[in-house]
């Protein structure tokens, strides 16, 4: 089952449950904002997308502004980023949609659709 993680304020987050919805794909929702994921989950997250650890923080949010971490995540090691992203949902890009063998970080309608079309 796939999992769709977001936070259910977000208009973005909402946008992409829309789409899942009208495209009648399952998944399995979760609240980043009480369900934080765990820096087991971030890993394995991470080494399933092939995307660089930076896209997994959610630089328009305001714990990532107010904690500068545009100019600290250069000097961080990714355990140090893996920990850091733990510690609150708010810091992770979201929507995540982690699947058996993808995980998709934000919502782009053609990513998803051009990712999610063999699983229909």
């Not at 977001?6 to 495209?23: G, M, S």
């Not at 399952?26 to 765990?38: A, C, G, M, S, V």
């Not at 959610?58 to 355990?79: A, C, H, I, Q, V």
Request: aromatic share 10%.
């Amino acid at each position: 089952m796939i999992k769709f993680i977001c936070y259910p304020k977000c208009t973005t987050c909402q946008k992409a449950k829309k789409w899942l919805d009208d495209n009648k794909i399952e998944y399995e929702q979760r609240d980043i904002k009480l369900d934080n994921p765990t820096v087991l989950e971030l890993t394995e997250w991470y080494g399933k997308s092939g995307l660089p650890l930076k896209k997994f923080f959610n630089t328009s949010g305001l714990l990532y502004k107010s904690l500068d971490l545009k100019n600290k995540l250069p000097e961080m090691s990714d355990d140090e980023m893996l920990v850091l992203l733990a510690t609150d949902g708010m810091l992770v890009k979201r929507p995540l949609l982690v699947g058996d063998d993808f995980v998709l970080t934000g919502f782009k309608e053609s990513e998803w659709s051009d990712k999610l079309c063999g699983k229909m």
